[in-house]
C-alpha cells in the first residue's frame, strides 16, 4: 500500500498522538512497517484493507534484532556476581540457588539465572519484556530512589519521548479511568502493590513499583466537563531512574505499567 493512501485517511495535523512529529512519517511506517494505523486516534478505517498492510520481511528483521539484542544481554551478565548485585535489585537470590534472582516486575515474579528468564513460571512472549530486565539486572545501580519525583521532560535526552509516553501509557490511562471512583483505581493500583499518595489535589494518586528501584508515581485528575477539562494522567519517576533503566527500556515499562491497569480493570 502507498503511504498516500493512508495519508488521505488521516487530518495531516502533525499533532504527534500517534507518537510520530509528522504524519507522514506515521504514513509511511503504516504502509510499509506494519506501523498500528489505529495508533492515530483520527484516522477513518472505512474500507480500509488492514491485510494489506506491514512487511513480513521488516518483522522478521525487526523480532531478529531483538533476539540479537537479549543475546547481547545475557553475555553481558554472565561476570555478574548475583549474591553481589540482589540488594542494588531490591532482589533475592532462589532458595534453590544463588546463582538464580528473584524480584517483582509489576506484581509478577521473575526469576532470572544466567541462561534463562522467566515470568510467572513462563518465558516472556514479548522480547522486550526480556530486553528490559536484562537491563535492569545489567545496570545493578549503587542508588535507590530519591524521593525526588520528576516529569520525563526533566529526565536528559528525553524530550522526544514525551509524546510517546503520553500515547502509549498517560492518554490510555487517563480514557480507563475517567469517571471511575478513585477508591476503585486506587483497588487496582495496589494489585500492582502500589501504595496510596494523600495530600495532594488529583483525584487519585499512587506509588507502583514497576520494579524494585523503578517507582513511578500516578498521578489521576478526572475530566470536568462543566470547565471543559478532559481527565489527565502524569507519570512522575524519581530523579535517578536512569541509573537503573535506559530511556527506551523506561518508557516500556510505564506502557507495561498501563496494560497492566487495563488488564486488571477489565
Not at 31 to 51: M, V
Not at 214 to 229: N, R, S, T
Request: with cysteine; charged share 25%; proline share 6%.
Amino acid at each position: 500500500m502507498n503511504p498516500l493512501d493512508i495519508l488521505k485517511r488521516i487530518p495531516k495535523t502533525n499533532c504527534g498522538e500517534c507518537g510520530y512529529t509528522a504524519c507522514l512519517a506515521f504514513a509511511a511506517n503504516v504502509a510499509k512497517s506494519g506501523e498500528d494505523p489505529e495508533k492515530c486516534p483520527y484516522i477513518n478505517l472505512d474500507g480500509l484493507d488492514l491485510t494489506s498492510l506491514g512487511n513480513t520481511d521488516l518483522d522478521k528483521m525487526s523480532k531478529k534484532r531483538d533476539l540479537e539484542l537479549i543475546r547481547f544481554l545475557k553475555s553481558k551478565i554472565q561476570s555478574l556476581h548475583f549474591k553481589e548485585i540482589a540488594p542494588r535489585l531490591g532482589a533475592t537470590l532462589s532458595p534453590e540457588t544463588d546463582n538464580t534472582l528473584t524480584f517483582s516486575y509489576l506484581a509478577q515474579e521473575v526469576l532470572l539465572s544466567k541462561t534463562q528468564l522467566l515470568l510467572n513460571g513462563q518465558e516472556p512472549e514479548d522480547p522486550r519484556d526480556q530486553i528490559l530486565l536484562y537491563n535492569y539486572v545489567h545496570s545493578a545501580a549503587h542508588t535507590s530512589p530519591t524521593g525526588d519525583w520528576v516529569g520525563l521532560e526533566s529526565l536528559p535526552n528525553t524530550i522526544s519521548k514525551v509524546k510517546t509516553l503520553a500515547t502509549y501509557c498517560e492518554k490510555r490511562l487517563a480514557q480507563l479511568f475517567a469517571g471511575r471512583p478513585p477508591e476503585e483505581i486506587q483497588k487496582y493500583c495496589s494489585m500492582l502493590h502500589g501504595q496510596t499518595v494523600t495530600g495532594s489535589s488529583t483525584t487519585s494518586a499512587s506509588i507502583i513499583p514497576v520494579l524494585p528501584m523503578v517507582p513511578q508515581q500516578l498521578l489521576f485528575w478526572d475530566e470536568e466537563p462543566e470547565d471543559g477539562f478532559e481527565a489527565k494522567v502524569k507519570i512522575l519517576f524519581d530523579a535517578r531512574v536512569l541509573d537503573h533503566l535506559d530511556v527506551e527500556s523506561l518508557i516500556f515499562s510505564s506502557e507495561r505499567l498501563a496494560d497492566r491497569l487495563i488488564q486488571l480493570a477489565s
